[in-house]
């Protein structure tokens, strides 16, 4: 499985929600990035997505969104070949 790195802060329900998501989809192993406890990782954050908002989700180096991104893929069906190469 890729890695994967959520850029998130801690009371954020989309954060949850994409979590929940990934979890049901078969993932073990998220990367959460806490850009509320660390100011810079909120400027790398902003660089890598050219997004302000949480969450930020990226599968190995391919950028999908925020939660509504990750649904909507998700529902498109692109989703799990990504998590499953």
């Given at each position: 499985?890729?890695?994967?790195?959520?850029?998130?802060?801690?009371?954020?329900?989309?954060?949850?929600?994409?979590?929940?998501?990934?979890?049901?989809?078969?993932?073990?192993?998220?990367?959460?990035?806490?850009?509320?406890?660390?100011?810079?990782?909120?400027?790398?954050?902003?660089?890598?997505?050219?997004?302000?908002?949480?969450?930020?989700?990226?599968?190995?180096?391919?950028?999908?969104?925020?939660?509504?991104?990750m649904?909507?893929?998700?529902?498109?069906?692109?989703?799990?070949?990504?998590?499953?190469?």
């Amino acid at each position: 499985m890729p890695r994967i790195v959520m850029y998130c802060t801690a009371v954020c329900p989309c954060c949850i929600n994409a979590e929940r998501l990934l979890l049901r989809r078969g993932v073990t192993e998220i990367e959460k990035i806490r850009v509320d406890l660390d100011p810079e990782q909120r400027v790398i954050m902003e660089q890598r997505s050219r997004r302000r908002t949480v969450p930020q989700i990226f599968i190995g180096d391919r950028h999908i969104g925020g939660f509504d991104d990750m649904v909507e893929l998700d529902q498109a069906g692109g989703l799990l070949p990504l998590l499953n190469p």
